[in-house]
Each structure stands twice: as structure tokens, then as C-alpha cells.
């Protein structure tokens, strides 16, 4: 369990950290083009802004009243707030359920001996409990009112958790290759294979964390890259 936790963080670290140091840099620079542009069109506007409160407390004040969370909390009934829980709690135990399934099928792969197929169910019990959540979270936040900013920041983080759950397998996936890869060289007398095969599975996981990257910051971010 901890070992999971820790992929988790570690995925969500290396898929969100970028994005958002990418929209910060990008912000900033706005914010750095437009009070240049004031400066010089109004000096003692540029002047009289030094004085002001931060940009960073500016900014976040603006965020929070887009977001309307106030208005997000009372806005929604009794009922609306029972139906997320329900969903939570039924992604969490659909998810234990295709997890536990999962582990005993690559169980009995692994009693016979089927390095590759055992691999291939017991990597997908977490992303599928991740997966399974972030849908049954999906459901529950679908009948809760909220501001269009809210309805957006929660779709967004629903799509990066699904990311994670999707390139999450696809790097657990690798060590699959890795398999068969190694059963190909097992046949040949040389030892150079023997050496490439781990080379291929670090180039191999080192391009899916890039592409995963360059996905998030696309298709979450909606950053042209």
C-alpha cells in the first residue's frame, strides 16, 4: 500500500509540477507586459501600483472569488452533498473489488509460471482503483451546483487523474516488455543483449514520463507546447 501511495505522489509530482511552473512563468510574464505597458503610458499609475498590495495576493484573492466557494457550499442541498459521498465511496469499493480480482488472476498466472501475464494483471490493480475513483468522483461532483471556474478546475483535475491512472499502467507496463525481451536474448549466446535490455526499459519509461508530461501541459493546461 505505501509502495502505491508513493507511485501515486511521485505521478502526480512529475505530471502537475511542470504545468503549473509553466502557467506561473507564463503569468508572470503577463503580468511583467502589462505593467510595463502602464509604465509607460501612465507613470504615476506604474508608480502609485508599487504601493499596492502584492500581485500574489491579488491574484489568489481573484482566484478564490472565480471560484465562488462560498456560494458552492450553500448552494448545494443535503442530498447533493449524500451523492458525492455515495460516489466515493462506491469508486473506493469498486475499485478494492477489481483490485483484489485483479491480484488473484496474476496469482494464478504466476503459479504457472507466466512471468509476462502475471505482470500484466498485477501492475493494473492500482491504476484501476485510481481510475475507479477518479470516476466515481466524476459522478458525485456532476450533481453538485457550482460556478463554470469550479465546474472547470474540478474537470481538469478529474483529466489529470485519469492521466495518472493511464500512464501510471503504461510505465508499470514497460517491466511486461521487459519480459519478453529477456526471453529473446535468453535464446541467443551473446551477452551484449543481456546488457541492452535494461537500457531499453529506462529509455522506455523516461519517454513515457516526457510524453505524460508534454500531455498534461497540452491537454490539462491547454498550453500550446
Do not use: C, H
Amino acid at each position: 500500500m505505501i509502495r502505491v501511495m508513493r507511485r501515486i505522489l511521485f505521478l502526480t509530482v512529475v505530471l502537475l509540477l511542470p504545468g503549473s511552473l509553466f502557467l506561473a512563468s507564463t503569468a508572470f510574464a503577463q503580468d511583467e507586459s502589462s505593467s510595463s505597458v502602464v509604465a509607460d503610458t501612465n507613470p504615476a499609475l506604474a508608480e502609485s501600483s508599487t504601493t499596492e498590495s502584492p500581485r500574489a495576493t491579488v491574484a489568489v484573492t481573484s482566484l478564490l472569488d472565480n471560484l465562488n466557494l462560498k456560494g458552492f457550499v450553500t448552494a448545494n442541498t443535503l442530498t447533493s452533498w449524500l451523492t458525492l459521498l455515495v460516489a466515493i465511496f462506491a469508486g473506493l469499493l469498486i475499485g478494492k473489488i477489481v483490485s483484489i480480482v485483479l491480484v488473484k488472476i496474476s496469482k494464478r498466472y504466476e503459479a504457472k509460471g507466466w512471468v509476462g501475464r502475471t505482470r500484466l494483471f498485477a501492475d493494473a490493480a492500482g491504476p484501476a482503483r485510481l481510475l475507479l475513483l477518479t470516476i466515481g468522483l466524476s459522478v458525485g461532483l456532476a450533481s453538485l451546483q457550482m460556478s463554470e471556474a469550479l465546474r472547470l478546475f474540478s474537470t481538469k483535475t478529474m483529466l489529470l487523474l485519469s492521466s495518472i491512472a493511464f500512464f501510471w499502467y503504461a510505465f508499470e507496463l514497460v517491466s511486461v516488455i521487459e519480459v519478453l525481451l529477456k526471453r529473446l536474448t535468453a535464446k541467443t549466446e551473446s551477452t551484449l543483449d543481456d546488457q541492452l535490455v535494461p537500457l531499453v526499459r529506462k529509455t522506455l519509461r523516461i519517454f513515457l514520463v516526457v510524453f505524460a508530461v508534454l500531455f498534461v501541459v497540452d491537454a490539462v493546461f491547454e498550453k500550446d507546447i
